[in-house]
Every structure is written in C-alpha cells, then in structure tokens.
C-alpha cells in the first residue's frame, strides 16, 4: 500500500508570494491533517479534514488555508508568505475521522522563504 | 503555551545502554499518548502509543511508562542501538479531537 505522498518535496520561494502544497493519503484513508515542523515551535497543528469539511483548526493565521477533494486528496495555501514561514510541512492521514488513530506521515514539503 | 512537555532535548547513550525520555502535559482531557520517531528528511513514525487506563505498555525495546496521576509518561528504549539515532517526539490527543500536540522532541545519538 502506498504512503502518504507530498508534492513538491522542496521549494524556495520569495516573501509576499504564495505557495500551494499537495497530499495525496493513504487508500481508503478519509482523514487528513497537516503540521507544521519548525526547529523552534516542533511539531504544530495546522488544520484537520475529513470528507471535505474542515474539522479542527489549529492557531494560525488566515493566511493558511486549505481543502480536501472527494477523493480524499487534500492541499494547503498560504498566502502573502513571510521569512517564518519557513517550515517542513507535513500532512499525515488516518484510517478513521474522529477516533484515536494513528497519523500516517508523508515526508513532507520544505519551504524556503527568502 | 506548550500543552506536552518534552525532557531531554539531546541524549546520548552508548551501545546496549537504555535511553529514557521524559513528557508532561496538563490536560485532562488527553486520552491517548503516542510516541514517534523521525530520521533525517524523513516524516515522523508511530514507535508506540498508550491510553491512559494502563500504566505500561511494552513492544520489543520499547516500553512507555504512564503515571496519570502525575500527568506524566516516558518512554523507555532498552539495548539501544546506533540505529535508534533519531528524533522522538512525544504527544498527546484529547479523546475528541483528531489533533495532537506534539513534544518539542529528544535527539537521541547512540553512540557503537
């Protein structure tokens, strides 16, 4: 079975633009959340979706964004970036919605913001 | 305000040794502790998890420790091994919430 897979892996871009990052879950895998990992703040939470709804939001500015398609497949935008935002963004998937279960990691997209 | 509290920020342990790692949280509303490990580039992994209704957990190498009353939980690696070298986030979820919060995380290098 496939893992989770990020899109792209690594990218640079420039203060003021914005950036949109994919994730496609693990077949059958309805749930998907996203982080953000930083060598200061660890590992935060983003956001949470489940069957195209936004379930939890973490704390972050409305410059973070997301989406989830029927097929389970989810992105995140963020907007007019700063130098901070600069992080490994890491989505993982569930098995199941709202029942403790295991996160299942991608490795991530690196974002450089210069 | 960090919900889990992550101890130590580095360890070192030689070959065979254990390496323990320590984490703290204040809400009681947690019901399920999980640890990860992370290699280099790679995305964290689910090493062991624990529901607070016992107060140990064991596979293989690694145990997790849980005291309730004191809101605290470890993780306990026996015979550690160079390739253990990672870093291991602990964290925490509330029973109805599919969000975690995550420990600042340990960088353990076991030393052959």
């Known amino acids: 079975k496939a893992g989770v897979t990020q899109t792209p892996r690594y990218l640079i871009k420039t203060r003021g633009q914005q950036v949109t990052l994919s994730c496609s879950p693990i077949s059958g895998h309805r749930s998907v959340s996203w982080y953000q990992q930083t060598p200061g703040q660890g590992l935060q939470f983003l956001f949470e979706?489940?069957?195209?709804?936004?379930?939890n939001k973490g704390n972050f500015p409305g410059r973070f964004s997301g989406r989830q398609f029927s097929n389970s497949r989810s992105e995140m935008n963020v907007s007019t970036l700063e130098l901070g935002d600069s992080a490994l963004y890491l989505c993982?998937?569930?098995?199941?919605?709202?029942?403790?279960?295991?996160?299942?990691f991608g490795e991530g997209s690196r974002l450089t913001v210069l | 305000q960090q919900q889990v509290k992550q101890s130590p920020q580095s360890l070192i342990v030689q070959k065979g040794g254990i390496s323990i790692i320590n984490c703290a949280y204040e809400n009681t509303a947690f019901d399920y502790f999980p640890w990860y490990q992370q290699f280099p580039g790679k995305g964290p992994a689910l090493l062991i998890a624990i529901r607070p209704d016992v107060s140990e957990k064991k596979e293989g190498r690694f145990t997790i420790s849980f005291n309730k009353s004191a809101k605290q939980f470890s993780l306990h690696i026996m015979d550690s091994q160079p390739g253990d070298s990672a870093t291991y986030f602990c964290?925490?979820?509330?029973?109805?919430?599919?969000?975690?919060?995550f420990g600042s995380g340990t960088k353990l290098n076991v030393k052959p």
């Open positions: 993982a998937s569930s098995p199941r919605g709202g029942v403790p279960g295991e996160l299942f």
């Open positions: 964290a925490a979820k509330p029973y109805n919430f599919n969000k975690f919060y």
């Open positions: 979706y489940f069957s195209e709804t936004q379930r």
